[in-house]
C-alpha cells in the first residue's frame, strides 16, 4: 500500500513540481529550445520549472500558429517562427543556452549552429548521425569552452547509478554479461514519426537502441570489442511511396564482445507486433547483468521515477541462494552521495547537473565527449553488420571557426 502512495506522490510532483524562488545568488540559465518537440516539456520544461537557476525563455518552431501555440501553453516569454526562427533564437543574446530537440538528422546542424553561436547546448540523444559528426559537435564545443551534453537522462538516476555501484561492489564477483533491452509496442508510435525517416535519423537501434547501447557500455565501464551478430526486422510501411529505401530497423538484435570475456546481448523494436494476432506486447525496459556469483535485474532502467525494482539475486556455492529488491528513487536511498527527491525525473537529475556544470560547480555525475563518440561509433558498427550502414550524414557544412581559419 505504502509503496503505491509513493507511486501517486512520486508522479504527481514529478508533473507539477513545487515552484522555488529563482536563486539570489546566481542569475538563471535562459534557454531556448529549438522546435516545439513533443519531448520538450518531460525533458526540460517541466524540470525548469523546479531549478531556481533554470528558465525557458524562448521557444522556436517553424510553423507561427504553432510556436505560438506552444510558448502559450507552457508559458515561454519570446516565441520565433518561420524559415529563420531556429537561427533568429539562436541570435538572441539574451539565451545562455540550448535545448536541441529536433530529429536525430538534425541534430549536427543546429547543435554547431547553436555552439557558433556561443551557446550551451542540452542535446538529444543520440547526438547525431555519425560519430565523425559527434566528434565535430565537442571539438567545437571545447574550443568555445561551451558546455555540451548528450541527453541521455536516465545516467543522472541514483537507479542505474546504485546498479553500477553494487557490481563494482564486487559483492557478486565478475562481470560475465548484460543484456538491455528497449520495446514499445505498435502503435505506440504514428506511422508519420520521425523515427521511421531514415534522412532524419530514423531506426530502431537510432531511437532506443541508442540507450541499449549506452547502458551495456556505462553498466560494464567499458566499450564492446566487436560486433558478433547484428540482426534487424526492416520497418515496411503500409504504403509505401515510389522513392522509399528499407533502410529503417523497425528492431534490431545484437551479441556484443567486451573485455575481460564480457559479452551483451541489446534489443530494440519501435512497433513490437501483437502476439497470436491479437495480445499486444508491453513496454520493455529493462537490463539484466549476470555476475559470476549472481544476477541483478533491473527494471525501467530508462524512467524509473515512474518505478523501478533492483532485484539482487545471490547464488550460494553454485545453487540459487538469497534475493534482495532494492530502490533508489534518491541518492540516499541507492547509498550514493548526491542532491535529490524521490519524485525528481531522470530529466530533472539531469537538469541540475548541466546547470552546476555551465555554472563552474561539478556535477554529480557526467556523460563526456568520449562516451557520446564511442555510442555512435558502436551504434554506426552495429548497423555495418546488419547491412543498413550508417545513417545518412548531415549536408550542412559548418562555416570555418576562427581558430581553423587562422
Ligand atoms: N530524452 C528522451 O527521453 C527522449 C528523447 N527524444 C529525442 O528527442 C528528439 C525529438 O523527438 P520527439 O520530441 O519525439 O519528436 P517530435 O517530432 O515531436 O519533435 C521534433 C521537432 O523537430 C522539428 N523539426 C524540424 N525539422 C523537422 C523535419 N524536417 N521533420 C520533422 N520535424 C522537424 C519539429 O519542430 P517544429 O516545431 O519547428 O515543427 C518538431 O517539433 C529526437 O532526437 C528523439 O530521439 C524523444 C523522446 C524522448
Ligand atoms: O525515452 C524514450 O522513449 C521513447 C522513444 O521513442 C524515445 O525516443 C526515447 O528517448
Request: charged residues 20%; neutral net charge.
Amino acid at each position: 500500500m505504502s509503496s503505491a502512495i509513493g507511486f501517486v506522490q512520486r508522479v504527481f510532483k514529478a508533473f507539477n513540481p513545487p515552484i522555488p524562488q529563482p536563486s539570489a545568488e546566481t542569475a538563471p540559465l535562459k534557454f531556448g529550445i529549438l522546435g516545439a518537440a513533443a519531448i520538450a516539456p518531460l525533458a526540460i520544461i517541466t524540470p525548469a520549472l523546479n531549478h531556481p537557476e533554470a528558465v525557458v525563455y524562448a521557444v522556436a518552431a517553424r510553423d507561427k500558429a504553432k510556436a505560438t501555440a506552444f510558448a502559450k501553453n507552457y508559458g515561454i516569454e519570446r516565441v520565433y517562427s518561420g524559415p529563420n526562427g531556429y537561427q533568429e533564437l539562436l541570435d538572441n543574446p539574451e539565451i545562455d543556452a540550448i535545448y536541441n530537440p529536433l530529429p536525430n538528422g538534425l541534430h549536427y546542424e543546429w547543435t554547431m549552429k547553436a555552439l557558433a553561436a556561443g551557446k550551451h547546448v542540452l542535446l538529444e540523444k543520440p547526438s547525431a548521425n555519425t560519430a565523425e559528426e559527434t566528434r565535430q559537435m565537442f571539438e567545437l564545443a571545447e574550443q568555445k569552452g561551451l558546455v555540451l551534453l548528450e541527453a541521455f537522462h536516465y545516467r543522472f538516476h541514483p537507479a542505474i547509478q546504485r546498479v553500477k555501484a553494487i557490481i563494482e561492489s564486487g559483492e557478486l564477483g565478475k562481470l560475465k554479461h548484460i543484456s538491455a533491452t528497449m520495446a514499445m509496442p505498435r502503435g505506440f508510435l504514428k506511422a508519420n514519426d520521425i523515427r521511421f525517416d531514415y534522412k532524419l535519423g530514423g531506426g530502431a537501434m537510432m531511437d532506443m537502441g541508442c540507450y541499449t547501447l549506452n547502458c551495456i557500455r556505462y553498466m560494464s565501464s567499458s566499450n564492446p570489442t566487436s560486433v558478433f551478430t547484428a540482426e534487424h526486422e526492416l520497418h515496411t510501411p503500409a504504403s509505401a511511396e515510389a522513392s522509399f529505401k528499407p533502410n529503417v530497423d523497425r528492431a534490431t538484435t545484437a551479441q556484443l564482445a567486451l573485455p575481460n570475456d564480457v559479452t551483451a546481448t541489446l534489443k530494440c523494436d519501435l512497433a513490437t507486433p501483437v502476439s497470436y494476432c491479437i495480445i499486444p506486447s508491453l513496454p520493455q525496459l529493462s537490463a539484466t547483468v549476470t555476475l559470476e556469483g549472481g544476477v541483478i535485474e533491473l527494471y525501467n532502467y530508462v524512467l524509473p521515477t515512474v518505478y523501478h525494482s533492483i532485484k539482487v539475486h545471490t547464488k550460494a556455492g553454485g545453487k540459487a541462494g538469497k534475493r534482495r529488491v532494492e530502490k533508489a528513487y534518491t541518492f540516499a536511498e541507492g547509498n550514493l552521495e548526491g542532491k535529490g527527491e524521490a519524485w525528481w525525473t531522470t530529466y530533472r537529475y539531469q537538469l541540475e547537473a548541466f546547470v552546476d556544470r555551465v555554472k563552474g560547480r561539478t556535477p554529480q555525475t557526467w556523460v563526456d565527449k568520449d562516451d557520446s563518440i564511442a555510442n555512435l561509433h558502436w551504434i554506426e558498427q552495429i548497423y555495418a553488420k546488419t547491412g543498413l550502414g550508417s545513417r545518412p550524414r548531415s549536408e550542412f557544412v559548418p562555416a570555418q571557426t576562427e581558430q581553423a581559419a587562422e
